[in-house]
């Protein structure tokens, strides 16, 4: 089991930053991969960024590729989002998420086994 709890979220002006915090707890930290996904009020979920477990491989977006970057501190047990250059169009409900499978495709849902609550980040313009 893993449990996930996400902070940092918040309000912030278009082309500022934030940094998003995901902590785990649970199966030790280095055996899953860990992966950022967002869901816009009716739009479906979907992919941000996701860093692989075996590898440390990382991968983004179109939309945020350049600006945002995805980071675990295996001592601290957590994963970090860092959000620069926001844009309104980033609004959205963040969610951190890990997973315990092989999987081809990091940036599908279906690679992931467990999910945080989420935390809200909010661009004005």
């Known amino acids: 089991q893993v449990q996930l709890e996400e902070s940092g979220g918040g309000l912030v002006q278009a082309g500022g930053s934030l940094r998003l915090s995901c902590a785990a707890s649970?199966?030790?930290?280095?055996?899953?991969?860990m992966g950022w996904f967002r869901q816009a009020p009716g739009k479906e979920r979907e992919f941000v960024a996701a860093t692989s477990w075996s590898s440390g491989t990382t991968y983004y977006s179109d939309s945020v590729k350049g600006r945002f970057t995805i980071s675990r501190d295996y001592a601290r047990n957590t994963a970090y989002l860092e959000m620069n250059s926001l844009k309104p169009e980033d609004t959205a409900v963040y969610y951190c998420?890990?997973?315990?499978?092989?999987?081809?495709?990091?940036?599908?849902?279906?690679?992931?086994?467990?999910w945080g609550q989420g935390t809200q980040v909010t661009v004005s313009s």
């Open positions: 649970g199966r030790s930290f280095s055996t899953y991969h």
């Open positions: 998420t890990a997973g315990v499978r092989w999987s081809p495709r990091l940036s599908s849902g279906n690679a992931y086994d467990y």
